[in-house]
């Protein structure tokens, strides 16, 4: 997206800080004109002047936004950037880039996000058919540097949805007025509102879960789970997200456990900062508003493939996992899953047989001084 230019930015700029100062005093004159007419009449003529006022500035606005629309030019450095110079060199690695940021951007409820959103996977279904090693390279590189932006974006939304609304006890009135008024302000700043940030939220989940099975079918996913793996502030995040947004976040997790679990002892580090970051919510999330986030034969197969990641860790890192496992399955009432009883009680077995072997080198030791 284009930034705005400076005769953009402050006609912005200016309407921003007028609507904070004057939202934030409709406030004070609320409470000091409830017993009083005269103040009541002196605070709504003062919206009107405000609302007159706001309704001069979108038009300097809108002027310099049609000039960076009329002004677009094609940004092949900042692809080259971001998709690496192999897959920016060719056209056809541009256009998928293209098609799946537009994806990013584009509402799901818009007939246009299954057009782009299926021209996407053609191009990219078309590119694997062809048994090219550069072709495989190439949707390698754009999908792993799309899933790297959906990524960051969706930690961002989340994240934004958590904090929620920095004017939570504005006046309904004017906030109703600035709604209206505003060219395109959803929120004081430009901001999204909560329900909207949570609507976005999803959407990116769902095209993460789209990506991951993608690079999962054409076996390439090892940069997803490792970029997954090390997403623990969204991690923590989604123990407090709503249940929808969970389920796609439980789906993704399920997926990339089992290719990191496939990879044998090689990925030791990655698999114990996966299961550090992504077990909580595995034991706290939703079980699902309209159906289970995963069928029961899936469950059963990924308490499979966690108690044997677990069990290729150190014996000091299955300590710390499984503990962390068990306050988190204890302290939610609603779920009783993943149950990794075995792989803790097989740790105690290990731990007591570790320090029975201690006792008997420290007590032979000492016979033999």
């Not at 402050?10 to 103040?39: G, H, T, Y």
Request: proline share 2%.
């Amino acid at each position: 997206m284009e930034k705005l230019s400076s005769t953009a930015v402050v006609p912005q700029l200016l309407r921003n800080i007028i609507i904070a100062v004057v939202v934030f005093a409709d406030e004070s004159l609320l409470q000091i004109s409830a017993n009083s007419k005269l103040l009541e009449k002196l605070r709504l003529f003062l919206v009107a002047c405000f609302l007159f006022f706001l309704r001069s500035i979108p038009s300097v606005v809108s002027f310099a936004d049609s000039n960076l629309t009329r002004g677009y030019t094609f940004a092949a450095e900042k692809k080259k950037l971001e998709i690496g110079d192999c897959a920016s060199e060719s056209g056809i690695g541009r256009a998928i880039w293209q098609l799946l940021s537009a994806m990013n951007d584009i509402p799901v409820n818009s007939r246009k996000y299954e057009v782009v959103r299926s021209l996407a996977e053609r191009l990219i279904e078309e590119n694997h058919g062809q048994n090219s090693s550069a072709l495989f390279d190439l949707n390698r590189r754009v999908l792993n540097a799309s899933f790297r932006r959906t990524l960051g974006r969706l930690e961002a939304a989340v994240e934004k949805n958590r904090s929620g609304p920095v004017r939570s006890g504005l006046n309904r009135v004017v906030r109703a007025a600035v709604r209206a008024v505003g060219d395109g302000i959803t929120s004081w700043g430009g901001e999204e509102t909560v329900d909207q940030s949570a609507e976005t939220a999803e959407k990116l989940a769902a095209e993460l879960l789209w990506l991951a099975e993608k690079m999962s079918v054409y076996r390439f996913v090892d940069e997803a789970v490792e970029k997954w793996a090390s997403a623990s502030n969204l991690a923590w995040l989604a123990l407090w997200s709503e249940p929808r947004l969970q389920c796609s976040m439980v789906q993704i997790s399920a997926l990339l456990f089992k290719e990191a679990a496939a990879e044998g002892e090689k990925w030791g580090e990655i698999k114990k900062k996966m299961l550090i970051s992504w077990l909580p919510l595995l034991c706290r999330a939703s079980n699902g508003a309209d159906k289970p986030v995963l069928r029961s034969s899936e469950r059963v197969e990924l308490e499979k493939v966690l108690e044997k990641m677990i069990s290729e860790l150190e014996e000091e890192e299955q300590e710390q996992v499984l503990s962390l496992w068990l306050h988190h399955y204890t302290a939610c009432s609603s779920s009783d899953w993943p149950d990794l009883n075995g792989s803790y009680v097989r740790w105690c077995h290990s731990s007591r047989k570790l320090l029975l072997l201690n006792s008997d080198d420290s007590q032979t030791k000492s016979l033999t001084n």
